[in-house]
């Protein structure tokens, strides 16, 4: 799964007079769009609440009940397919070829909630921080023009929503900031980045105020992701940084295999989405049952992007033992694989971060002391390096996102990042020779094939 690289439409050298206009309506836009990320975040939220725990407890049964873990995510691919076949954008940009900076037309706006809703809300392995760029993108283009923002100004206020809609979602906007500049770099965009995230930076700001508040006003309260917590970690030992290159690595194979899963699925639900968008609900749903039937935990923790089981998974490990680490691992890598290739509309951080902390706390269960601090910190910085093709913002999001833990072990974040970017650049670069390989091979084999005779009555 490539990270996509078209580039916005934006327009090269905009003048001072154009920036400071572009900068105006950043202003403008950054509190209003970032109240309309809130209001889908507490949607999600909301809707989560309402269909695995009021809606079953009032009925009188469990939400972790088997049949209700098969229907809901069912439900929820039927109705994320419907949207994608009959909503102006499909909801968005498609989960398998990663993050896009590639602008989302105003028009795409109600199609985005209700994919997003579709995919959050109903347990799919997919994060929001896609939907919110989406809807970023949106209304800055909306915002655009109503302000008569028009030619490269456009682009502008498109990119200002983006930073506005993420920036509170992982608690600090500078993490958003920093992954979307990462992006835009990766893309090549045809404008200067000054001239692209200037803006985005002031929307950002002001919008962050939504969430933390100015003077007497404390703010509104949004769940992001989770703070890992971790013990301190005072010292950086040889041996760690071994096995922070072993982790990458594996995390590369991990990440391979799940891009190579997901391609195989969405070639197929291409092909029939009408029938395979409930299905691949109906397989997270079976992973999530087997996991709850096998292990006798919940099965929630196969079912969405994760963030919130985090410290459940670092606290839990030494009860659990390694075969439900590894359970675990493989199920959520699989049903992330198939919410990847679907109708599902969601971002891949969150769930790659998820298997991060998995996959680093396996390692503690292996002989070599391994502590839980550099096991959890290299994990999701190989794991999010391997998946999003970003390895500088795979490291910003391990270290803050662990806390001063995390910041003790930056040299260990690098290392794994490191390794587990080069290790998913290795690995598809064979993948594709073997596949032109494959391919010539069909084709002089098509070529030497003798003529079929015509048949005769």
Same mark, same amino acid.
């Given at each position: 799964m490539a990270n996509q690289t078209n580039p916005p439409a934006t327009a090269a050298n905009p003048t001072p007079r154009e920036m400071a206009r572009a900068l105006l309506v950043a202003s403008a836009i950054g509190i209003p769009v970032s109240l309309a990320a809130l209001g889908l975040l507490g949607a999600s939220n909301w809707l989560t609440t309402f269909l695995w725990t009021d809606l079953p407890n009032n009925a009188g049964f469990s939400g972790s009940v088997w049949w209700w873990v098969l229907l809901v995510p069912t439900v929820g691919g039927l109705l994320a397919g419907l949207v994608v076949r009959h909503m102006p954008g499909k909801g968005g940009h498609e989960p398998i070829n990663g993050f896009s900076p590639a602008p989302v037309l105003p028009s795409a706006i109600v199609g985005v909630v209700l994919a997003a809703l579709a995919t959050l809300a109903f347990g799919a392995v997919l994060g929001p921080e896609a939907p919110l760029?989406? !809807? %970023?993108? /949106?209304?800055?283009?909306?915002?655009?023009?109503?302000?008569?923002?028009? &030619?490269? *100004? @456009?682009?502008?206020? +498109?990119?200002?929503?983006?930073?506005?809609?993420i920036g509170a979602l992982f608690g600090n906007p500078?993490?958003?900031?920093?992954?979307?500049?990462?992006? !835009? %770099?990766? /893309?090549?965009t045809t404008a200067p980045l000054a001239a692209v995230?200037?803006? &985005?930076? *002031? @929307?950002?700001?002001? +919008?962050?105020?939504?969430?933390?508040?100015?003077?007497?006003?404390?703010?509104?309260h949004v769940e992001g992701f989770t703070q890992v917590k971790l013990p301190?970690?005072?010292?950086?030992?040889?041996?760690?940084?071994?096995?922070?290159?072993?982790?990458?690595?594996?995390? @590369?194979?991990?990440?391979?295999a799940?891009?190579?899963?997901?391609?195989?699925?969405?070639?197929?639900?291409?092909?029939?989405?009408?029938?395979?968008?409930?299905?691949?609900?109906?397989?997270?749903?079976?992973?999530?049952?087997?996991?709850?039937?096998?292990?006798?935990?919940?099965?929630?923790?196969?079912?969405?992007?994760?963030?919130?089981?985090?410290?459940?998974?670092?606290?839990?490990?030494?009860?659990?033992?390694i075969w439900t680490l590894i359970l675990l691992l493989v199920l959520k890598a699989l049903a992330y694989a198939v919410s990847l290739a679907s109708a599902f509309r969601g971002g891949p951080v969150f769930p790659a971060l998820f298997l991060g902390v998995v996959g680093g706390m396996l390692f503690t269960e292996l002989p070599g002391h391994l502590g839980s601090t550099p096991a959890v910190v290299a994990g999701m910085a190989a794991a999010c390096a391997a998946m999003l093709r970003l390895p500088l913002s795979a490291v910003m999001l391990a270290v803050f996102l662990t806390g001063s833990a995390g910041v003790e072990t930056t040299s260990i974040a690098l290392f794994a990042?490191?390794?587990?970017?080069?290790?998913?650049?290795?690995?598809?670069?064979?993948?594709?020779?073997?596949n032109t390989a494959a391919q010539e091979a069909d084709e002089v084999r098509t070529a030497e094939a003798p003529p079929t005779a015509p048949a005769t009555a």
């Open positions: 760029i989406a !809807l %970023g993108s /949106a209304l800055g283009l909306w915002f655009a023009r109503i302000f008569k923002m028009t &030619g490269r *100004l @456009a682009p502008l206020a +498109g990119a200002a929503g983006t930073f506005a809609s500078l993490l958003a900031a920093f992954l979307l500049l990462e992006v !835009l %770099g990766m /893309a090549a995230v200037v803006p &985005g930076m *002031l @929307a950002s700001a002001l +919008g962050y105020l939504v969430f933390v508040g100015v003077d007497n006003w404390t703010g509104l301190d970690y005072p010292t950086v030992r040889l041996g760690d940084l071994g096995w922070a290159i072993v982790i990458g690595l594996v995390m @590369a194979l991990l990440v391979a799940v891009r190579r899963i997901g391609t195989q699925v969405h070639a197929r639900y291409t092909a029939r989405p009408t029938l395979l968008a409930p299905l691949a609900g109906l397989v997270v749903g079976i992973l999530a049952v087997a996991f709850g039937q096998i292990t006798g935990q919940a099965p929630g923790l196969i079912l969405f992007s994760g963030e919130t089981d985090t410290n459940t998974v670092v606290s839990q490990t030494a009860a659990w033992g990042a490191v390794f587990g970017f080069v290790g998913t650049v290795v690995i598809d670069k064979r993948l594709a020779a073997r």
